[in-house]
């Protein structure tokens, strides 16, 4: 419905006349704000900032001015963080097999974005530079059945663990994380995390009042839902696990964010840089890893994978329907998960192939993958792309189904096997006992399925899982440049719908930017970001003696914040 505020299109008018940013690659790309908030109104306005996209080499290095109406309330550094499932980062090191934690790996690459499964689209706020963000989960760590190394999701799931894997037999006999040697942390700058202290959620997903913190009253069956096991606390429930997360606006232009997240327990961590470069082809954005961006970087420093490194490479994503204003994203080309370091000898490699969708009717977000081996000092890999290019003799596992919803997989070969003498000792999971055993001479030369061609196991069901809530402070303890303290005026405005107030606000704080950098660039200072080393040329990021001490900040914070979704108030 269209305002009739008088003042809207002077306000209008200082929103479109912004001025050119010297330092951006061309001018800004803008659109008028219409003044109708209603749906009509903003698929105007998103046809009209098409066409001015149309030809344009790169819109994320360019500077775009976007209504405050288009927007969603949420600061852009909040919003990409890759932590949609805390519990499946951190269950990365759960294992004692490397075949095994290169499958947990596959799950948080599949898990790391959910909110693209579930969530709306949506463009968050543009990040200035030395904007920073940090927030913590407390979660309950994966539940392992007896008979079987898949791990179960035991918090915000859909279903109870009977229906994630799990025969109704079964939901009495789940047992917590296992490996106790995979829990000592190898990051000796932070004090030792004990048992996390209870959130209070406020996530659209109901809790239960005493429950684990975060756990999702919808995925209990019987009380099975509780981890239990010989990590608990001495009263059957496992303690839940902390995961820290502190990332940073360190460039401008091009807009680049360095970003770093560690589980201590688990002795798990994560970094790399975030940039993305985006282009509209036809009716659709299509949006890719930027120069700076080499994907995601997995380190293990402690446990049974120590020293292991995983790199996992970014796919190709689509926002689809924008004529339409109905915003959908689909995957293609394909995600590469590499293990280096840790033992000697063969390592996986995984290559997660995104089906191609079809010009005519609805999409079907497919993806099949492999997993294969790789020996010390090969290099041929490195030109498997897609799953046709690995040589059968190599492959492991396969996996298919679609990164919305099911995928499953089963072992191709008995390579992933550690050692193979006889069914019962040749698999590290007892599951496998009851396969029959192979005629084969060795492990090492054997490349016979020891499954039969139909026995898949599910991997993980997206549709099942829902968004884990982040823990954030409250806004009188946050630092200026905090994301929502940076962003509080323009969420308030947006939130009670004041548009045009809100793009008032969003101006001022984008021109305070400008106005900083043209300081900077007369009295000839450089930026130094506060967390974060400037060198960006490893494709990750360093912790400065600033950046540790947030992460210990973190890691010891004791209010119960939850406010997910909220404008930084503390929920009761």
Known sequence: MATNDSDTQAKLSETVATPVDDDAPGPPISVPDSGDTGEGGKLKMIVQLVKKCLGVKDIAAMRLSLPASLLEPVPNLEYWHYLDRPDVFAAINDSEDPFERMLAVIRFAFTKDLKFVHGKVCKPYNSVLGEHFRAHWDVPPMAYPDESSNPIPTAFTSSPPSAAGLAPSDTASVKS????????????????????????????????????????????????????????????????????????????????????????????????????SAKVSGTTLRVSPGEFNQGIFVNITGGAGEGEKYNITHPIASVNGILRGSFYVTVGESTIITCTGG??????????????????????????????????????????????????????????????????????????????????????????????????????????????DNEYTTLLDLSELAVVPKCVRPLDRQLPHESRKLWETVTDRLLKKEYSEATREKVAIEQKQRDEAAERKKTGVEFIPRYFGDDLSEGWPTLTPEGRKAVEEELKEDAAWCVEGTNGQLQP
């Open 177 to 276: 994380a296992k490996s106790s040697k995979s829990t000592r942390s190898g990051l000796s700058f932070m004090s030792k995390v004990g048992r996390s202290p209870s959130t209070a959620a406020t996530s659209p997903q109901p809790l239960t009042q005493g429950l684990p913190a975060q756990m999702s009253s919808l995925s209990l069956g019987d009380g099975a839902g509780q981890a239990r096991g010989s990590e608990d606390g001495g009263n059957g429930v496992a303690p839940s696990l902390r995961v820290v997360y502190v990332t940073e606006q360190v460039s401008h232009h091009p807009p680049v964010s360095a970003y770093y997240a560690v589980c201590p327990a688990r002795s798990v961590e994560m970094l790399g840089i975030d940039q993305i």
């Open 343 to 452: 033992k000697p000898g063969q390592k996986f490699r995984t290559v997660i192939e995104y089906k191609e969708e079809s010009w005519l009717g609805r999409a079907h977000f497919l993806v099949e993958g492999v997993i294969h081996t790789v020996q010390d000092g090969d290099t041929q890999h490195t030109e498997w792309t897609k799953v046709k290019h690995v040589p059968q003799s190599h492959v492991v596992a396969v996996f298919d189904g679609s990164w919305r919803g099911r995928i499953r997989w089963r072992r191709v070969g008995a390579g992933s096997y550690r050692r193979l003498t006889s069914s019962s000792s040749s698999s590290p999971a007892p599951a496998h006992n009851s396969l029959p055993t192979p005629t084969l001479p060795s492990a090492a030369v054997s490349k016979t399925d020891v499954r039969a």
